[in-house]
Protein backbone atom coordinates (compact mmCIF):
# COMPACT_ATOMS: atom_id res chain seq x y z
CA UNK A 1 0.00 0.00 0.00
CA UNK A 2 1.74 3.29 -0.98
CA UNK A 3 -0.96 5.72 -0.13
CA UNK A 4 -2.97 5.86 3.59
CA UNK A 5 -6.59 6.64 2.39
CA UNK A 6 -6.60 3.58 0.43
CA UNK A 7 -7.21 1.71 3.62
CA UNK A 8 -11.11 2.51 3.11
CA UNK A 9 -11.04 -0.16 -0.36
CA UNK A 10 -10.32 -2.76 2.10
CA UNK A 11 -13.56 -2.30 3.82
CA UNK A 12 -15.71 -1.74 1.05
CA UNK A 13 -14.00 -5.13 -0.10
CA UNK A 14 -15.24 -7.36 3.03
CA UNK A 15 -18.54 -5.70 3.56
CA UNK A 16 -18.94 -6.88 -0.36
CA UNK A 17 -18.09 -10.20 0.68
CA UNK A 18 -20.29 -10.17 3.34
CA UNK A 19 -23.01 -9.46 0.62
CA UNK A 20 -22.00 -11.98 -1.73
CA UNK A 21 -22.07 -14.59 1.13
CA UNK A 22 -25.95 -13.77 1.78
CA UNK A 23 -26.72 -13.75 -1.70
CA UNK A 24 -25.36 -16.93 -2.75
CA UNK A 25 -27.44 -18.24 0.54
CA UNK A 26 -30.62 -16.63 -1.11
CA UNK A 27 -29.62 -18.21 -4.11
CA UNK A 28 -29.90 -21.87 -3.21
CA UNK A 29 -33.01 -20.83 -1.13
CA UNK A 30 -34.15 -20.13 -4.78
CA UNK A 31 -33.18 -23.53 -5.88
CA UNK A 32 -35.11 -25.36 -3.18
CA UNK A 33 -38.31 -23.55 -4.09
CA UNK A 34 -37.78 -24.97 -7.63
CA UNK A 35 -36.61 -28.60 -6.71
CA UNK A 36 -39.02 -29.25 -4.06
CA UNK A 37 -42.62 -27.86 -3.34
CA UNK A 38 -42.41 -25.57 -0.30
CA UNK A 39 -45.02 -25.62 2.10
CA UNK A 40 -47.81 -23.29 1.36
CA UNK A 41 -46.99 -20.65 5.14
CA UNK A 42 -43.53 -20.64 4.20
CA UNK A 43 -44.47 -19.11 0.62
CA UNK A 44 -47.27 -16.93 2.34
CA UNK A 45 -44.45 -15.36 4.26
CA UNK A 46 -41.45 -15.56 2.26
CA UNK A 47 -42.39 -15.99 -1.48
CA UNK A 48 -39.76 -17.05 -4.23
CA UNK A 49 -40.64 -13.06 -6.04
CA UNK A 50 -39.00 -11.23 -2.44
CA UNK A 51 -36.28 -14.25 -2.42
CA UNK A 52 -35.55 -13.77 -5.87
CA UNK A 53 -35.67 -9.74 -5.62
CA UNK A 54 -32.55 -10.01 -2.58
CA UNK A 55 -30.72 -12.06 -4.17
CA UNK A 56 -30.51 -10.05 -7.13
CA UNK A 57 -30.32 -6.99 -5.81
CA UNK A 58 -28.03 -8.29 -2.84
CA UNK A 59 -25.94 -8.82 -6.04
CA UNK A 60 -25.89 -5.35 -7.75
CA UNK A 61 -25.36 -3.94 -4.36
CA UNK A 62 -22.27 -6.39 -3.48
CA UNK A 63 -21.21 -5.69 -7.36
CA UNK A 64 -21.12 -1.47 -7.01
CA UNK A 65 -19.38 -1.58 -3.60
CA UNK A 66 -16.63 -3.94 -5.14
CA UNK A 67 -16.16 -1.61 -7.88
CA UNK A 68 -16.37 1.74 -5.78
CA UNK A 69 -13.60 0.23 -3.22
CA UNK A 70 -11.82 -0.77 -6.24
CA UNK A 71 -11.97 2.78 -7.24
CA UNK A 72 -10.35 3.76 -3.93
CA UNK A 73 -7.89 1.80 -4.22
CA UNK A 74 -6.77 2.27 -7.73
CA UNK A 75 -7.03 6.16 -7.84
CA UNK A 76 -4.35 7.03 -5.62
CA UNK A 77 -1.78 5.05 -6.99
CA UNK A 78 -2.89 6.10 -10.50
CA UNK A 79 -2.86 9.89 -9.68
CA UNK A 80 0.36 9.69 -7.32
CA UNK A 81 -1.83 11.81 -4.37
CA UNK A 82 -4.35 10.49 -1.56
CA UNK A 83 -7.98 10.31 -2.00
CA UNK A 84 -9.44 13.87 -2.00
CA UNK A 85 -11.20 13.25 1.23
CA UNK A 86 -11.51 9.61 2.79
CA UNK A 87 -14.07 10.95 5.29
CA UNK A 88 -16.52 11.16 2.57
CA UNK A 89 -16.03 7.59 1.43
CA UNK A 90 -17.00 6.48 4.46
CA UNK A 91 -20.16 8.50 5.18
CA UNK A 92 -20.67 7.55 1.63
CA UNK A 93 -19.99 3.77 2.26
CA UNK A 94 -21.83 3.80 5.66
CA UNK A 95 -25.11 5.57 3.42
CA UNK A 96 -25.44 2.66 1.08
CA UNK A 97 -24.91 -0.20 3.20
CA UNK A 98 -27.32 1.27 5.62
CA UNK A 99 -29.67 1.66 2.56
CA UNK A 100 -29.52 -1.66 0.89
CA UNK A 101 -30.14 -3.01 4.59
CA UNK A 102 -33.53 -1.05 4.43
CA UNK A 103 -34.35 -1.76 1.02
CA UNK A 104 -34.04 -5.65 1.73
CA UNK A 105 -35.96 -5.67 4.53
CA UNK A 106 -38.48 -3.52 3.01
CA UNK A 107 -38.75 -6.00 0.28
CA UNK A 108 -39.88 -8.72 2.78
CA UNK A 109 -42.86 -6.71 3.81
CA UNK A 110 -43.80 -5.88 0.06
CA UNK A 111 -42.16 -2.44 0.54
CA UNK A 112 -41.21 -2.49 -3.66
CA UNK A 113 -41.42 -0.82 -7.18
CA UNK A 114 -41.32 -4.52 -8.21
CA UNK A 115 -39.33 -4.21 -11.51
CA UNK A 116 -37.28 -6.81 -11.76
CA UNK A 117 -33.39 -5.43 -10.49
CA UNK A 118 -34.83 -2.33 -9.90
CA UNK A 119 -37.29 -3.54 -6.84
CA UNK A 120 -35.62 -0.71 -4.30
CA UNK A 121 -38.84 2.20 -3.54
CA UNK A 122 -37.86 5.93 -4.55
CA UNK A 123 -37.48 7.64 -1.39
CA UNK A 124 -34.39 5.18 -1.17
CA UNK A 125 -33.24 5.60 -4.86
CA UNK A 126 -32.59 8.59 -3.50
CA UNK A 127 -30.40 8.12 -0.91
CA UNK A 128 -28.50 5.96 -4.12
CA UNK A 129 -28.17 9.16 -5.96
CA UNK A 130 -26.79 11.40 -3.28
CA UNK A 131 -24.24 8.23 -2.35
CA UNK A 132 -23.43 8.01 -5.85
CA UNK A 133 -22.91 11.74 -6.21
CA UNK A 134 -20.13 12.07 -3.14
CA UNK A 135 -18.55 9.05 -4.50
CA UNK A 136 -18.11 11.15 -8.02
CA UNK A 137 -17.03 14.44 -5.92
CA UNK A 138 -14.69 12.75 -4.29
CA UNK A 139 -13.09 10.59 -6.90
CA UNK A 140 -13.62 13.47 -9.43
CA UNK A 141 -11.28 16.10 -7.10
CA UNK A 142 -8.39 13.86 -6.17
CA UNK A 143 -8.05 13.61 -10.22
CA UNK A 144 -8.59 17.24 -10.27
CA UNK A 145 -6.69 17.88 -7.41
CA UNK A 146 -3.90 16.13 -8.62
CA UNK A 147 -3.64 17.25 -12.39
CA UNK A 148 -2.25 14.19 -13.31
CA UNK A 149 -4.45 11.98 -15.82
CA UNK A 150 -4.48 8.75 -17.17
CA UNK A 151 -6.30 6.20 -19.73
CA UNK A 152 -7.34 4.26 -17.05
CA UNK A 153 -8.32 7.04 -15.08
CA UNK A 154 -10.93 8.62 -17.29
CA UNK A 155 -11.87 5.04 -18.65
CA UNK A 156 -12.86 4.45 -15.28
CA UNK A 157 -14.39 7.66 -14.05
CA UNK A 158 -15.88 7.52 -17.57
CA UNK A 159 -17.64 4.48 -16.62
CA UNK A 160 -18.53 5.28 -12.86
CA UNK A 161 -20.22 8.25 -14.37
CA UNK A 162 -22.06 6.54 -16.57
CA UNK A 163 -23.30 4.13 -13.78
CA UNK A 164 -24.38 6.80 -12.37
CA UNK A 165 -26.24 8.59 -14.54
CA UNK A 166 -27.98 5.78 -16.55
CA UNK A 167 -29.44 4.69 -12.74
CA UNK A 168 -31.61 8.04 -13.59
CA UNK A 169 -33.58 6.36 -16.14
CA UNK A 170 -34.92 3.38 -13.78
CA UNK A 171 -36.20 5.93 -10.86
CA UNK A 172 -39.63 7.30 -13.03
CA UNK A 173 -42.77 5.20 -13.29
CA UNK A 174 -44.14 5.50 -16.71
CA UNK A 175 -47.83 4.31 -17.84
CA UNK A 176 -47.13 3.37 -20.83
CA UNK A 177 -45.11 0.07 -20.13
CA UNK A 178 -44.00 0.20 -23.68
CA UNK A 179 -41.48 2.97 -22.27
CA UNK A 180 -41.21 1.93 -18.99
CA UNK A 181 -39.41 -1.05 -20.63
CA UNK A 182 -37.53 0.47 -22.10
CA UNK A 183 -35.75 2.71 -20.08
CA UNK A 184 -35.31 -0.37 -17.75
CA UNK A 185 -33.44 -1.52 -20.28
CA UNK A 186 -31.30 1.21 -20.63
CA UNK A 187 -30.23 0.51 -16.75
CA UNK A 188 -30.30 -3.29 -16.73
CA UNK A 189 -28.94 -3.68 -20.66
CA UNK A 190 -25.92 -0.71 -20.82
CA UNK A 191 -24.76 -1.39 -17.20
CA UNK A 192 -23.78 -4.93 -17.94
CA UNK A 193 -22.96 -4.22 -21.49
CA UNK A 194 -22.16 -0.90 -21.23
CA UNK A 195 -21.11 1.15 -17.95
CA UNK A 196 -19.63 -2.07 -16.06
CA UNK A 197 -17.69 -2.64 -19.37
CA UNK A 198 -15.72 0.12 -19.05
CA UNK A 199 -14.84 -0.18 -15.31
CA UNK A 200 -13.91 -4.15 -15.85
CA UNK A 201 -11.51 -2.75 -18.82
CA UNK A 202 -10.11 -0.15 -16.63
CA UNK A 203 -9.88 -2.68 -13.79
CA UNK A 204 -8.06 -4.89 -15.93
CA UNK A 205 -5.61 -2.84 -17.30
CA UNK A 206 -4.57 -1.62 -13.89
CA UNK A 207 -3.89 -5.16 -12.40
CA UNK A 208 -2.61 -6.18 -16.32
CA UNK A 209 0.18 -3.20 -16.04
CA UNK A 210 0.57 -3.89 -12.12
CA UNK A 211 1.36 -7.35 -12.14
CA UNK A 212 3.04 -8.10 -15.40
CA UNK A 213 5.40 -4.78 -15.69
CA UNK A 214 4.25 -4.46 -19.23
CA UNK A 215 4.31 -1.09 -20.57
CA UNK A 216 1.52 1.49 -19.88
CA UNK A 217 0.99 2.09 -23.66
CA UNK A 218 0.85 -1.22 -24.19
CA UNK A 219 -2.53 -1.93 -22.41
CA UNK A 220 -3.71 1.53 -22.56
CA UNK A 221 -3.89 1.25 -26.66
CA UNK A 222 -6.42 -1.38 -25.83
CA UNK A 223 -8.16 0.50 -23.81
CA UNK A 224 -9.32 3.08 -26.33
CA UNK A 225 -9.94 0.02 -28.85
CA UNK A 226 -12.16 -1.44 -26.31
CA UNK A 227 -14.27 1.61 -25.29
CA UNK A 228 -15.19 2.30 -28.99
CA UNK A 229 -16.37 -1.02 -29.66
CA UNK A 230 -18.04 -1.60 -26.16
CA UNK A 231 -19.83 1.57 -26.97
CA UNK A 232 -20.66 0.87 -30.54
CA UNK A 233 -21.82 -2.58 -30.37
CA UNK A 234 -23.38 -2.08 -26.81
CA UNK A 235 -25.66 0.24 -27.35
CA UNK A 236 -27.15 -0.06 -29.83
CA UNK A 237 -27.11 -4.16 -28.90
CA UNK A 238 -29.75 -2.62 -26.84
CA UNK A 239 -32.34 -3.74 -29.18
CA UNK A 240 -31.84 -7.41 -28.17
CA UNK A 241 -34.40 -6.50 -25.27
CA UNK A 242 -36.79 -4.75 -27.62
CA UNK A 243 -38.17 -7.96 -29.66
CA UNK A 244 -41.09 -8.49 -27.79
CA UNK A 245 -42.17 -5.47 -25.73
CA UNK A 246 -43.99 -3.95 -28.35
CA UNK A 247 -41.44 -1.72 -30.08
CA UNK A 248 -40.72 -0.79 -33.66
CA UNK A 249 -39.80 -4.06 -35.57
CA UNK A 250 -36.81 -2.66 -36.96
CA UNK A 251 -35.44 -3.55 -33.84
CA UNK A 252 -35.30 -7.36 -34.77
CA UNK A 253 -32.32 -6.26 -37.21
CA UNK A 254 -30.47 -3.71 -35.59
CA UNK A 255 -30.68 -5.77 -32.22
CA UNK A 256 -29.73 -8.73 -33.66
CA UNK A 257 -26.94 -7.92 -35.89
CA UNK A 258 -25.68 -5.70 -33.07
CA UNK A 259 -25.73 -7.75 -30.43
CA UNK A 260 -24.02 -10.67 -32.13
CA UNK A 261 -20.99 -8.49 -32.91
CA UNK A 262 -20.45 -7.76 -29.08
CA UNK A 263 -19.02 -10.51 -28.47
CA UNK A 264 -15.93 -9.22 -30.68
CA UNK A 265 -14.44 -7.17 -27.87
CA UNK A 266 -14.41 -9.44 -25.56
CA UNK A 267 -12.39 -11.84 -27.68
CA UNK A 268 -10.06 -8.57 -28.28
CA UNK A 269 -9.66 -8.56 -24.82
CA UNK A 270 -9.08 -12.11 -24.40
CA UNK A 271 -6.39 -12.20 -26.74
CA UNK A 272 -4.72 -9.00 -25.98
CA UNK A 273 -4.53 -10.78 -22.38
CA UNK A 274 -3.04 -13.70 -24.03
CA UNK A 275 -0.53 -11.97 -25.56
CA UNK A 276 0.10 -10.05 -22.42
CA UNK A 277 1.16 -13.16 -21.29
CA UNK A 278 3.94 -13.85 -23.62
CA UNK A 279 4.86 -10.44 -23.63
CA UNK A 280 5.46 -10.02 -19.62
CA UNK A 281 8.83 -9.46 -18.77
CA UNK A 282 8.51 -9.81 -14.99
CA UNK A 283 8.10 -13.17 -13.55
CA UNK A 284 4.54 -13.35 -11.64
CA UNK A 285 5.11 -14.27 -8.07
CA UNK A 286 1.99 -14.98 -7.17
CA UNK A 287 0.20 -16.77 -9.97
CA UNK A 288 -3.51 -16.92 -8.47
CA UNK A 289 -3.86 -13.32 -9.52
CA UNK A 290 -2.84 -14.07 -12.57
CA UNK A 291 -5.49 -17.07 -12.91
CA UNK A 292 -8.39 -14.88 -12.06
CA UNK A 293 -7.31 -12.52 -14.44
CA UNK A 294 -7.12 -15.47 -17.19
CA UNK A 295 -10.61 -16.95 -15.64
CA UNK A 296 -12.26 -13.69 -15.43
CA UNK A 297 -11.21 -13.45 -19.31
CA UNK A 298 -12.32 -17.16 -20.28
CA UNK A 299 -15.39 -17.30 -18.24
CA UNK A 300 -16.75 -13.63 -19.09
CA UNK A 301 -15.91 -14.67 -22.68
CA UNK A 302 -18.18 -17.78 -22.61
CA UNK A 303 -20.86 -16.41 -20.04
CA UNK A 304 -21.57 -13.17 -22.10
CA UNK A 305 -20.23 -13.87 -25.23
CA UNK A 306 -20.87 -17.52 -26.47
CA UNK A 307 -23.98 -17.27 -24.10
CA UNK A 308 -25.31 -14.46 -24.86
CA UNK A 309 -24.96 -15.16 -28.70
CA UNK A 310 -26.75 -18.40 -28.98
CA UNK A 311 -30.70 -16.31 -27.78
CA UNK A 312 -29.24 -13.04 -29.13
CA UNK A 313 -30.74 -13.72 -32.82
CA UNK A 314 -34.20 -12.73 -32.99
CA UNK A 315 -35.67 -16.06 -34.35
CA UNK A 316 -33.88 -18.22 -31.45
CA UNK A 317 -34.94 -15.88 -28.73
CA UNK A 318 -38.49 -15.66 -30.04
CA UNK A 319 -37.88 -19.54 -28.51
CA UNK A 320 -36.24 -18.84 -25.39
CA UNK A 321 -36.87 -15.26 -24.24
CA UNK A 322 -37.57 -15.25 -20.41
CA UNK A 323 -36.63 -19.28 -20.08
CA UNK A 324 -33.96 -20.20 -17.98
CA UNK A 325 -32.04 -20.23 -21.08
CA UNK A 326 -31.89 -16.60 -19.90
CA UNK A 327 -31.31 -17.71 -16.36
CA UNK A 328 -28.15 -19.77 -17.65
CA UNK A 329 -26.45 -17.06 -19.44
CA UNK A 330 -27.46 -14.67 -16.76
CA UNK A 331 -25.43 -16.54 -13.67
CA UNK A 332 -22.24 -17.25 -16.16
CA UNK A 333 -21.89 -13.92 -17.08
CA UNK A 334 -22.31 -11.93 -14.25
CA UNK A 335 -20.12 -14.89 -12.45
CA UNK A 336 -17.57 -14.56 -15.21
CA UNK A 337 -17.34 -11.03 -15.69
CA UNK A 338 -18.07 -9.24 -12.64
CA UNK A 339 -17.49 -11.72 -9.74
CA UNK A 340 -14.17 -12.44 -10.92
CA UNK A 341 -13.39 -9.16 -11.54
CA UNK A 342 -14.09 -7.97 -8.36
CA UNK A 343 -12.40 -11.20 -6.47
CA UNK A 344 -9.77 -9.97 -9.16
CA UNK A 345 -8.98 -6.85 -7.65
CA UNK A 346 -9.77 -7.80 -4.23
CA UNK A 347 -7.13 -10.56 -4.61
CA UNK A 348 -4.59 -8.60 -5.62
CA UNK A 349 -5.22 -5.47 -3.08
CA UNK A 350 -5.96 -7.05 -0.06
CA UNK A 351 -1.80 -7.88 0.03
CA UNK A 352 -0.80 -4.84 -0.50
CA UNK A 353 -3.05 -3.33 2.01
CA UNK A 354 -2.06 -5.88 4.31
CA UNK A 355 1.80 -5.55 3.70
CA UNK A 356 1.83 -8.90 2.84
CA UNK A 357 4.63 -9.27 -0.56
CA UNK A 358 4.05 -13.27 -1.27
CA UNK A 359 0.38 -14.77 -0.17
CA UNK A 360 -0.65 -18.41 0.76
CA UNK A 361 -2.47 -18.94 -2.07
CA UNK A 362 -3.81 -22.63 -1.22
CA UNK A 363 -7.22 -21.62 -0.23
CA UNK A 364 -7.64 -19.22 -2.32
CA UNK A 365 -7.00 -21.68 -5.65
CA UNK A 366 -9.08 -24.36 -3.57
CA UNK A 367 -11.99 -21.15 -4.24
CA UNK A 368 -10.99 -20.36 -7.40
CA UNK A 369 -11.14 -23.55 -9.10
CA UNK A 370 -14.67 -24.71 -6.99
CA UNK A 371 -16.41 -21.69 -7.83
CA UNK A 372 -15.67 -21.64 -11.12
CA UNK A 373 -16.24 -25.43 -12.32
CA UNK A 374 -19.47 -24.74 -9.88
CA UNK A 375 -20.76 -22.36 -12.00
CA UNK A 376 -19.96 -23.52 -15.26
CA UNK A 377 -21.46 -26.36 -14.27
CA UNK A 378 -24.65 -24.42 -13.09
CA UNK A 379 -24.41 -22.78 -16.33
CA UNK A 380 -25.37 -25.71 -18.20
CA UNK A 381 -27.60 -27.07 -15.73
CA UNK A 382 -29.57 -24.01 -16.04
CA UNK A 383 -29.37 -24.43 -19.51
CA UNK A 384 -30.78 -27.80 -20.13
CA UNK A 385 -33.51 -26.87 -17.90
CA UNK A 386 -34.37 -24.15 -20.24
CA UNK A 387 -34.00 -25.92 -23.12
CA UNK A 388 -36.61 -28.31 -22.15
CA UNK A 389 -39.14 -25.17 -20.91
CA UNK A 390 -38.35 -23.71 -24.31
CA UNK A 391 -39.37 -27.04 -26.13
CA UNK A 392 -42.61 -28.32 -23.71
CA UNK A 393 -43.99 -24.62 -23.46
CA UNK A 394 -42.77 -23.10 -26.80
CA UNK A 395 -43.09 -25.80 -29.21
CA UNK A 396 -45.23 -28.49 -28.09
CA UNK A 397 -47.61 -25.44 -26.64
CA UNK A 398 -47.91 -27.10 -23.17
CA UNK A 399 -48.46 -24.97 -20.03
CA UNK A 400 -45.99 -23.42 -17.52
CA UNK A 401 -46.44 -25.84 -14.48
CA UNK A 402 -46.21 -29.26 -17.10
CA UNK A 403 -43.21 -27.93 -18.61
CA UNK A 404 -41.60 -27.12 -14.84
CA UNK A 405 -42.06 -30.90 -13.69
CA UNK A 406 -39.78 -31.96 -16.77
CA UNK A 407 -37.45 -29.25 -15.38
CA UNK A 408 -37.52 -30.07 -11.95
CA UNK A 409 -34.85 -32.81 -12.18
CA UNK A 410 -32.46 -29.98 -13.51
CA UNK A 411 -33.14 -27.67 -10.86
CA UNK A 412 -32.08 -30.42 -7.93
CA UNK A 413 -28.83 -30.59 -9.62
CA UNK A 414 -28.32 -27.13 -9.93
CA UNK A 415 -28.74 -27.24 -6.20
CA UNK A 416 -26.25 -29.76 -5.29
CA UNK A 417 -24.17 -27.30 -7.31
CA UNK A 418 -24.57 -24.59 -6.36
CA UNK A 419 -23.74 -26.16 -2.65
CA UNK A 420 -20.92 -26.89 -3.89
CA UNK A 421 -20.57 -23.56 -5.40
CA UNK A 422 -20.85 -22.41 -1.82
CA UNK A 423 -18.45 -24.35 -0.54
CA UNK A 424 -15.67 -22.73 -2.31
CA UNK A 425 -17.36 -19.02 -1.84
CA UNK A 426 -16.61 -19.75 2.28
CA UNK A 427 -13.16 -21.15 1.27
CA UNK A 428 -12.09 -17.79 -0.97
CA UNK A 429 -14.00 -15.25 1.55
CA UNK A 430 -12.43 -16.90 4.66
CA UNK A 431 -8.58 -16.69 2.69
CA UNK A 432 -9.64 -13.29 1.83
CA UNK A 433 -10.31 -12.52 5.61
CA UNK A 434 -7.24 -14.10 7.33
CA UNK A 435 -5.04 -13.91 4.03
CA UNK A 436 -1.19 -14.98 5.28
CA UNK A 437 2.30 -14.72 4.07
CA UNK A 438 4.01 -17.53 2.25
CA UNK A 439 6.00 -19.81 4.74
CA UNK A 440 9.48 -19.34 2.70
CA UNK A 441 8.73 -15.56 3.38
CA UNK A 442 7.71 -15.64 7.22
C1 LIG B 1 -21.00 -9.33 -18.95
C2 LIG B 1 -21.94 -9.07 -19.76
C3 LIG B 1 -23.36 -9.54 -19.61
C4 LIG B 1 -24.11 -9.78 -18.49
C5 LIG B 1 -23.69 -9.65 -17.02
C6 LIG B 1 -25.43 -10.19 -18.94
C7 LIG B 1 -26.49 -10.51 -18.09
C8 LIG B 1 -27.79 -10.72 -18.50
C9 LIG B 1 -28.93 -10.93 -17.62
C10 LIG B 1 -28.91 -10.97 -16.10
C11 LIG B 1 -30.02 -11.07 -18.42
C12 LIG B 1 -31.46 -11.31 -17.94
C13 LIG B 1 -32.20 -10.04 -17.77
C14 LIG B 1 -33.65 -10.30 -17.38
O1 LIG B 1 -34.48 -10.55 -18.27
O2 LIG B 1 -33.95 -10.27 -16.18
C15 LIG B 1 -29.58 -10.96 -19.81
C16 LIG B 1 -30.40 -11.06 -20.91
C17 LIG B 1 -29.93 -11.16 -22.20
N1 LIG B 1 -28.62 -11.09 -22.63
FE1 LIG B 1 -27.03 -10.67 -21.48
N2 LIG B 1 -25.45 -10.21 -20.30
C18 LIG B 1 -24.20 -9.82 -20.76
C19 LIG B 1 -23.79 -9.75 -22.08
C20 LIG B 1 -24.53 -10.17 -23.18
C21 LIG B 1 -24.04 -10.24 -24.54
C22 LIG B 1 -22.62 -9.88 -24.99
C23 LIG B 1 -25.09 -10.68 -25.30
C24 LIG B 1 -25.17 -10.97 -26.77
C25 LIG B 1 -24.21 -11.38 -27.52
C26 LIG B 1 -26.24 -10.86 -24.42
C27 LIG B 1 -27.49 -11.26 -24.80
C28 LIG B 1 -28.61 -11.26 -23.99
C29 LIG B 1 -29.97 -11.44 -24.47
C30 LIG B 1 -30.41 -11.66 -25.91
C31 LIG B 1 -30.80 -11.37 -23.35
C32 LIG B 1 -32.33 -11.48 -23.32
C33 LIG B 1 -32.76 -12.87 -23.02
C34 LIG B 1 -34.27 -12.99 -23.05
O3 LIG B 1 -34.86 -12.60 -24.05
O4 LIG B 1 -34.83 -13.51 -22.09
N3 LIG B 1 -25.85 -10.55 -23.13
N4 LIG B 1 -28.21 -10.76 -19.82
C1 LIG C 1 -24.57 -20.79 -6.20
C2 LIG C 1 -25.76 -20.67 -5.88
C3 LIG C 1 -26.82 -20.00 -6.68
C4 LIG C 1 -28.03 -20.55 -6.98
C5 LIG C 1 -28.52 -21.93 -6.57
C6 LIG C 1 -28.77 -19.56 -7.73
C7 LIG C 1 -30.07 -19.74 -8.17
C8 LIG C 1 -30.85 -18.80 -8.79
C9 LIG C 1 -32.23 -18.97 -9.15
C10 LIG C 1 -33.04 -20.23 -8.94
C11 LIG C 1 -32.64 -17.82 -9.73
C12 LIG C 1 -34.05 -17.50 -10.23
C13 LIG C 1 -34.22 -17.81 -11.68
C14 LIG C 1 -35.62 -17.57 -12.14
O1 LIG C 1 -36.19 -16.51 -11.87
O2 LIG C 1 -36.20 -18.48 -12.76
C15 LIG C 1 -31.51 -16.92 -9.77
C16 LIG C 1 -31.50 -15.67 -10.36
C17 LIG C 1 -30.35 -14.95 -10.62
N1 LIG C 1 -29.08 -15.21 -10.08
FE1 LIG C 1 -28.55 -16.80 -8.97
N2 LIG C 1 -28.00 -18.46 -7.93
C18 LIG C 1 -26.78 -18.69 -7.32
C19 LIG C 1 -25.69 -17.83 -7.35
C20 LIG C 1 -25.60 -16.72 -8.14
C21 LIG C 1 -24.38 -15.98 -8.40
C22 LIG C 1 -23.01 -16.31 -7.80
C23 LIG C 1 -24.70 -14.99 -9.28
C24 LIG C 1 -23.83 -13.94 -9.92
C25 LIG C 1 -22.57 -13.86 -9.86
C26 LIG C 1 -26.13 -15.08 -9.55
C27 LIG C 1 -26.83 -14.25 -10.40
C28 LIG C 1 -28.19 -14.32 -10.64
C29 LIG C 1 -28.89 -13.45 -11.58
C30 LIG C 1 -28.27 -12.34 -12.41
C31 LIG C 1 -30.25 -13.84 -11.55
C32 LIG C 1 -31.38 -13.25 -12.39
C33 LIG C 1 -31.38 -14.02 -13.71
C34 LIG C 1 -32.36 -13.52 -14.74
O3 LIG C 1 -33.00 -12.48 -14.56
O4 LIG C 1 -32.48 -14.18 -15.78
N3 LIG C 1 -26.64 -16.14 -8.83
N4 LIG C 1 -30.43 -17.53 -9.17
FE1 LIG D 1 -28.33 -7.08 -23.29
Excluded at 15 to 21: D, K
Excluded at 368 to 391: D, E, K, P, R
Amino acid sequence: MEYRSQKIAHWYFKIALLLFVLQVIVGLWLAVNYSFTVPQWIVDKFSFATARAIHTNLLVLWMLLGFMGGTYYIVPEETGSEIFSPKLAWIQLVALVATGVVALIGFVFGWTQGRPLLEIPRPLDLVIVIGALIFLFNVGMTMIKAKKWTAIQGTLLGGMLFLALLYLFGIPFYKNAVIDWYYWWWVIHLWVEGAWELVTAAILAFVLIKLTGVERQVVEKWLYVELGLFLFTGIVGTGHHYYWIGAPSYWLWFGGIFSALEPLPILLMMIDTMMHVKQRKLKIKNPLTWTIAIGCAVLHMIGAGVLGFMHTLPQINYYTHGSQVTVSHGHLAFFGAYALLNLLIFYFAVPQLKGIKVYDDRRGKIGFWTMSTAMTLMAITFGIAGVIQAYVERVLGMGYMTAQSYMQLWFAVTLVLGVIFFIGLLFTVADLFTMRPAKAQK
